[in-house]
């Protein structure tokens, strides 16, 4: 099956850092990328939707400015928690598409945010 | 929120088949029935997908009510592994949105 990789896959960090996350689609061109976050013991959240070449439609509640979503490749999409508190901690993880309704959506492993 | 329902969880034996069921009475015309996995600390596994006929892959089968008001699950055999959180959803392409899911427990 499709492949995505995320990276990195942990990271541990101190309030009021900025921490960038990868999301690629290594052996397909990925139209639409999501970014989901997940709290212990939940569900995944969907935090966003993000085209190639287009801005990112953030669910409700999500603040974009804190949230930085960018998909500038059919095979890269990019979150960035800037200015991370300990609140953000979460497990976030992104998935790939060709954004289609018969297309499945294939998931990176994920990346577990520890801020202290 | 989620436009499927599933039950919480489920048990099954180790090497029985198990029957997973989903509701999506909302689905419109043009959107799939989408189930997916997850394992601890790992991301959402792919399992099956469908619009209105049956569909059967080396993982599962999909069983999808003539009405497509509902779905349901296979596992054929299941094993220690396929215990994990299923996640059916309908959806656009655009709009995935995950509900609670069903806690599968396979017992040895």
């Known amino acids: 099956g499709a492949v995505v990789s995320q990276h990195p896959s942990w990271v541990i960090c101190k309030s009021g850092t900025s921490v960038k996350i990868e999301c690629r689609s290594l052996?397909?061109?990925?139209?639409?990328m999501f970014w989901y976050r997940q709290f212990p013991k939940q569900s995944l959240m969907l935090m966003a939707t993000?085209?190639?070449?287009?801005?990112?439609?953030?669910e409700q509640g999500v603040e974009k400015d804190k949230f930085l979503i960018n998909h500038a490749s059919l095979t890269l999409s990019t979150l960035t928690v800037t200015s991370a508190h300990p609140e953000d901690s979460s497990f976030y993880i992104c998935?790939?598409?060709?954004?289609?309704?018969?297309?499945?959506?294939?998931f990176g492993d994920g990346t577990r945010l520890s801020i202290l | 929120d989620a436009k499927t329902t599933q039950p919480n969880s489920m048990e099954s034996n180790e090497e029985e088949p198990v029957h997973l069921p989903c509701n999506h009475s909302t689905i419109s015309g043009t959107d799939y029935i989408h189930w997916y996995r997850q394992l601890p600390s790992q991301g959402p596994e792919y399992v099956i997908h469908?619009?209105?006929s049956n569909v059967n892959n080396r993982m599962a089968s999909l069983a999808i009510a003539e009405d497509r008001k509902s779905s349901t699950l296979i596992l054929h055999r299941a094993t220690l592994r396929d215990a994990a959180v299923y996640y059916c959803?309908?959806?656009?392409?655009?709009?995935?949105?995950f509900g609670p899911g069903t806690r599968l427990s396979v017992l040895p």
């Open positions: 998935s790939a598409s060709l954004g289609q309704a018969n297309q499945p959506q294939h």
């Open positions: 469908g619009l209105t």
């Open positions: 052996d397909f061109q990925a139209t639409t």
């Open positions: 993000s085209n190639e070449g287009s801005k990112a439609t953030y």
């Open positions: 959803i309908s959806g656009d392409g655009q709009n995935f949105v």
